[in-house]
C-alpha cells in the first residue's frame, strides 16, 4: 500500500504533554513533502501555535466537546476520508473512528494507560470513589478498549504499555509499533548538576492541568514536604501550577506556600531549561505513565530525579533511577534525606540514567515515516 495522504486525528490533545509530543510529530511530518497530512484538531491556543509553525500542514479545527467527539470520529471521517482520499488514519489521541464505518487502515497511539491499570481499581475502592470510578476509568475503559479490539495496528511510547494493555484486551491479532517521542541528540543531554547539601534545596514538580488527577497523586509530594519542612531544612519548591489552581483544588497546604515558587504552565523551552538549577531535584509521583516528559526533562538536564517504585519507572527510565515507595510519604523522605547525607557524586548515576535512556529510545523506531511505512507493509 503505498502512502501519500493521511489524516492525523488529534482531538482531545488537551495537555502540556501531548502538545509536546504532538509538535515533534508534525515537525516529523512536516519533512516529507511527497505526503499530504490533514490534522483535524479543536481549534485552542497550543493548536494556533502550531498552525504558525507547520504551514506545510493542513488543519481541519472544530468545535470541542465529548459529544461533539463522537460525531465528529464516527461520521464526519467518512466525508474526509472521500473528499481528500485518506490513505492512512493516524489516530494520535488514542480513540479513533469505527472500523465498520471506516475501511481506511488506522493507528491508536496509547497515551494514557490509567484506563488499563489494575491498580487502580483497587485505589478508587480503597477511597471508596465508587461513581468516580465508574465514570472516570471504567466507562472510559470500556470505550478505549472496544477501540482497540477494533484496531490492528497500536502505537506505543514503551513496551510497558503492551504489557498492561495484557489484562484487559486480547492481543493475538494486534501489531505494536514502539515508537520514540523524545530527541535524544547528545546536546540535548546536559552534564550533572553540581550538589552541595549544605546550601539550600531546591525541589521541583512538573504537572499540567490535570494535577488534580488521582493518578497525578499529588499527595504523596505535599505530605513528603510538610514533613521535610518540619525538619528545619532549607529548601524550596518550583511548582508550574498557579497559586489559585492549587488553593482552590483542596490538594495543598497552605504552611507550604511561603516556600513555593507559584509559576503556572511553562510553554518556552528556554524557560523551562531554567527550572532545571544547581542543588535541584525533580520529583515525580504519578502512579503510572506511558513515557512521564516531566521526569525525562529531568533526566536530559541533569538533576537528580525520584519517581515511584513502579514498573514503569523501571522500564522507561532503569533500575540506577532513584526511586519511593508509592503511597508512603515516609518512604519519599527518607529518599531525600539519604540523597543529603550521601558523601560522594551524584555524577556517575544521573549519566548512568542519561545512558539507560539513550540507549532505550535508540531500539525504538526513530519518526512517524518509519512507523507508516511498517504500517503499510503488513
Known amino acids: 500500500m503505498t502512502v501519500r495522504n493521511i489524516l492525523i486525528n488529534a482531538l482531545g490533545v488537551v495537555d502540556s504533554g501531548g502538545f509536546v509530543v504532538l509538535s515533534r510529530t508534525l515537525k516529523e511530518c512536516a519533512s516529507y513533502?511527497?505526503?499530504?497530512?490533514?490534522?483535524?484538531?479543536?481549534?485552542?491556543?497550543?493548536?494556533?501555535?502550531?498552525?504558525?509553525?507547520?504551514?506545510?500542514?493542513?488543519?481541519?479545527?472544530?468545535?470541542?466537546?465529548?459529544?461533539?467527539?463522537?460525531f465528529y470520529?464516527?461520521?464526519?471521517?467518512?466525508?474526509?476520508?472521500?473528499?481528500?482520499?485518506?490513505?492512512?488514519?493516524?489516530?494520535?489521541?488514542?480513540?479513533?473512528?469505527?472500523?465498520?464505518?471506516?475501511?481506511?487502515?488506522?493507528?491508536?497511539?496509547?497515551?494514557?494507560?490509567?484506563?488499563?491499570?489494575?491498580?487502580?481499581?483497587?485505589i478508587y475502592f480503597s477511597k471508596s470513589l465508587y461513581f468516580e470510578w465508574f465514570t472516570q476509568v471504567f466507562l472510559r475503559r470500556a470505550f478505549f478498549k472496544f477501540m482497540l479490539n477494533q484496531s490492528r495496528h497500536v502505537e506505543i511510547q514503551s513496551i510497558h504499555v503492551q504489557r498492561y494493555l495484557y489484562d484487559f484486551i486480547d492481543v493475538s491479532d494486534k501489531f505494536f509499533y514502539e515508537k520514540s517521542d523524545i530527541s535524544i541528540s547528545r546536546n540535548e543531554f546536559c552534564k550533572p548538576k553540581h550538589y552541595d547539601f549544605s546550601k539550600k534545596l531546591r525541589f521541583l514538580?512538573?504537572?499540567?492541568?490535570?494535577?488534580?488527577?488521582?493518578?497525578?497523586?499529588?499527595?504523596d509530594f505535599k505530605i513528603a514536604m510538610i514533613k521535610i519542612n518540619e525538619m528545619n531544612i532549607d529548601f524550596d519548591i518550583t511548582i508550574t501550577l498557579t497559586r489559585e489552581q492549587l488553593s482552590n483544588s483542596g490538594l495543598w497546604d497552605e504552611s507550604l506556600n511561603s516556600k513555593t515558587?507559584?509559576?503556572?504552565?511553562?510553554?518556552?523551552?528556554?524557560?523551562?531549561?531554567?527550572?532545571?538549577?544547581d542543588n535541584t531535584i525533580l520529583i515525580s509521583t504519578s502512579?503510572?505513565?506511558?513515557?512521564?516528559?516531566?521526569?525525562?526533562?529531568?533526566?536530559?538536564?541533569?538533576?537528580?530525579?525520584?519517581?515511584?517504585?513502579?514498573?514503569?519507572?523501571?522500564?522507561?527510565?532503569?533500575?540506577?533511577?532513584?526511586?519511593?515507595?508509592?503511597?508512603?510519604?515516609?518512604?519519599?523522605?527518607?529518599?531525600?534525606?539519604?540523597?543529603?547525607?550521601?558523601?560522594?557524586?551524584?555524577?556517575?548515576?544521573?549519566?548512568?540514567?542519561?545512558?539507560?535512556?539513550?540507549?532505550?529510545?535508540?531500539?525504538?523506531?526513530?519518526?512517524?515515516?518509519?512507523?507508516?511505512?511498517?504500517?503499510?507493509s503488513v
Do not use: W
Not at 515558587?261 to 538549577?277: A, S
Open 205 to 219: 514538580y512538573i504537572v499540567g492541568p490535570h494535577f488534580y488527577s488521582l493518578h497525578k497523586n499529588l499527595l
Open 33 to 70: 513533502r511527497d505526503k499530504i497530512f490533514y490534522v483535524i484538531c479543536n481549534d485552542n491556543r497550543n493548536i494556533r501555535a502550531l498552525k504558525k509553525r507547520h504551514e506545510s500542514i493542513k488543519f481541519i479545527t472544530i468545535r470541542s466537546g465529548r459529544i461533539y467527539r463522537v
Open 261 to 277: 515558587n507559584f509559576i503556572g504552565y511553562v510553554n518556552d523551552r528556554k524557560k523551562l531549561k531554567e527550572l532545571f538549577r
Open 73 to 122: 470520529e464516527n461520521f464526519l471521517f467518512r466525508i474526509l476520508v472521500k473528499k481528500f482520499n485518506i490513505n492512512l488514519i493516524y489516530n494520535y489521541s488514542g480513540s479513533g473512528p469505527l472500523s465498520f464505518l471506516i475501511n481506511t487502515p488506522q493507528i491508536i497511539k496509547i497515551h494514557n494507560l490509567h484506563y488499563f491499570y489494575k491498580k487502580f481499581d483497587s
Open 287 to 376: 502512579i503510572i505513565e506511558t513515557l512521564g516528559l516531566h521526569v525525562i526533562e529531568g533526566i536530559k538536564n541533569g538533576v537528580i530525579t525520584i519517581s515511584p517504585n513502579e514498573t514503569y519507572a523501571n522500564t522507561v527510565y532503569g533500575k540506577e533511577m532513584i526511586k519511593y515507595k508509592l503511597f508512603d510519604s515516609e518512604s519519599l523522605v527518607n529518599t531525600i534525606i539519604d540523597i543529603m547525607k550521601y558523601n560522594g557524586s551524584f555524577d556517575s548515576k544521573i549519566l548512568s540514567v542519561q545512558k539507560y535512556l539513550i540507549k532505550s529510545e535508540k531500539n525504538k523506531l526513530g519518526n512517524i515515516l518509519d512507523l507508516f511505512e511498517e504500517v503499510s
